[in-house]
């Protein structure tokens, strides 16, 4: 760093550890305080910049104690996922155990194995309302029952689903079913007694059913 007038020059050389001074006698002792202070001052930042200039360079020179596997390690192993890749656990639905129901044929009814294998519902929404249909148009029920919709896939030899979700979706998306007077219960709706009494089975004409 050098600074420069007509009466005086001076010159600092830090890394050699040099600070040189020109000028005259008597301008020099007039003025040795305020030279003092900017020596001082220019020292300082000539170190200062010095120190900053060897820590840069020692940050950007990599480190050869480091193993090469670590330096190189991917940012996603350090670094927290984003909230839309956390997994959550899967929620799980009330358990509800089969409710035992009267699904035999006899003089007055057909039994449901037969009645579920003329109406060939698709899926568990087709499927389920053919069950509340069963029971609701068969045996006379005014609602039905979660698990007596389970006793109804145990009856066909069907995978049972979760009910609470079917019914669900059911009721807002299909209109088929609706609530009953309790949590565990749902009630035919003109919407699923038309669909099950005249588009079940979707290849065939309509079937004679009681009404």
């Known amino acids: 760093m050098s600074s420069g007038s007509s009466e005086a020059r001076f010159t600092i050389n830090v890394k050699e550890g040099i600070v040189e001074l ?25 170190i200062t ?11 950007a020179e990599p480190s050869p104690a480091l193993p090469q596997e670590v330096v190189d390690m991917p940012s996603t192993d350090i670094q927290p ?7 959550h656990a899967p929620r799980v639905s009330p358990s509800i155990p089969p409710i035992p129901v009267d699904l035999k044929a006899n ?26 249909y069963y029971l609701t148009k068969f045996n006379k029920q005014q609602e039905v029952k979660f698990g007596e919709v389970l006793s109804c896939y145990e009856e066909v030899s069907e995978k049972k689903p979760s009910i609470t979700d079917i019914v669900k979706n059911s009721i807002r998306y299909k209109g088929w079913l609706e609530q009953g007077s309790d949590k565990f219960s749902v009630r035919l709706t003109i919407s699923g007694e038309n669909f099950v009494k005249f588009d079940l089975p979707k290849d065939s004409k309509q079937d004679k059913l009681p009404t």
């Not at 020109?22 to 000539?46: N, Q, R």
């Not at 010095?50 to 940050?59: D, I, N």
């Open 81 to 87: 996922k984003p909230a839309s890749q956390v997994k």
């Open 22 to 46: 020109e000028g005259k006698e008597s301008f020099v002792d007039k003025h040795l305080e305020k030279f003092e202070e900017i020596f001082k001052m220019a020292v300082k930042e000539a």
């Open 107 to 132: 003089e007055s009814k057909v039994g449901l194995r037969e009645f579920y294998s003329e109406k060939k519902p698709a899926n568990h929404y087709e499927k389920t309302a053919v069950f509340v």
């Open 49 to 59: 910049s010095g120190m900053q200039r060897s820590v840069a360079l020692k940050v």
